[in-house]
C-alpha cells in the first residue's frame, strides 16, 4: 500500500543571479512499512526534500501526498496539525524542551492535541526506548544517545503515518549511533512505522530496505 507519492518536487531558493535550485523535479513514493534511507553529500538536497515531505516547507512546485491527502492544499493552521498528528520528526539536534522531563518531552505532542496519554502506552514506549530508568530527567541530565531516543519517542508516541529522521546519528558517537540506528529498525519491524531517513553515511543506510541516492536536488541511483 503506497503511503507517500512526491510528484516532481521543485525547491528553487533566490532569482536570477542568486537563485539557487534546492531540488529539481524529484518524484518517487514509498510504501507502507517500507524503511527508506536518502544519501547525499551536504548541499545535495536531502535535507529540502525531507523537510518538504514534512510539511515544514512549501515546495515551488510539485505535489506531496501523504496516505492520499495533498499536504500542501492544506492552509497553515492545517498543515501543522496535521504534520503534528501524522508525522514524526527526527532531528539531528534533538530540539528537546530543556525543562521538561523526559516523560514530558516524549507526551509533548499529546499534550499540545489535548489529548489523555495513557500511563500503559508511556510505560511502553519507554521501555522500548531503554528509557524507564530515566523518564524523570532533564535533557541536561542525559547523554547524547538517550536524548535522542528521547526524541525518537516524541517521534513515535502519536503512531504517526510516517517518520522522517534528519541525520539522527550525525550528533553521536559510534556506540550510540549503532544503537540508535537499532532502534528505528525496531521501530520500523516491530511498530510497523514507515520511515524516512537521510544520512551523508552509507554504511548507516545499509540498515534500509530500499536506499536513494540524490545529488545537486535529483535522484541520480535507486537500489
Given at each position: ?19 539557487v535550485v534546492a531540488l529539481d523535479n524529484v518524484s518517487f513514493t514509498v510504501e507502507k512499512g517500507e524503511f527508506v ?12 526534500l525531507l523537510h518538504l515531505i514534512g510539511g515544514v516547507d512549501r515546495p515551488t512546485s510539485g505535489k506531496v501526498f ?131 531517513m537521510i544520512t551523508h553515511n552509507l554504511e548507516i543506510a545499509k540498515v534500509a530496505d530500499r536506499i536513494i541516492k ?10
Open positions: 500500500m503506497e503511503i507517500l507519492r512526491v510528484e516532481n518536487l521543485t525547491k528553487i531558493y533566490g532569482k536570477d543571479t542568486t537563485k534511507a536518502i544519501v547525499g553529500a551536504s548541499g545535495s538536497g536531502k535535507s529540502t501523504i496516505d492520499g491527502n495533498d499536504i500542501f492544499s492544506f492552509d497553515d493552521d492545517k498543515l501543522a496539525i496535521f504534520r503534528r498528528r501524522q508525522v514524526g520528526l527526527i532531528y539531528q539536534f534533538y530540539n528537546l524542551i530543556p525543562i521538561l522531563n523526559v516523560e514530558e518531552n516524549i507526551t509533548l505532542p499529546l499534550a499540545l492535541d489535548n489529548r489523555v496519554v495513557k500511563s500503559e502506552k508511556i510505560n511502553e514506549m519507554l521501555k522500548l526506548l531503554g528509557l524507564e530508568n530515566r523518564k524523570n530527567h532533564l535533557p541536561n541530565e542525559l547523554s547524547g544517545g538517550q536524548q535522542q531516543k528521547t526524541s525518537i519517542g516524541r517521534a513515535l508516541i502519536t503512531n504517526p503515518t510516517l517518520i522522517l529522521a534528519d541525520e539522527p546519528t550525525g550528533n553521536l558517537d559510534s556506540k550510540s549511533s549503532d544503537e540508535i540506528v537499532a532502534l528505528l529498525k525496531k521501530s520500523n519491524k516491530e511498530l510497523k512505522q514507515t520511515i524516512i540524490i545529488e545537486d536536488g535529483k535522484i541520480v541511483g535507486e537500489n
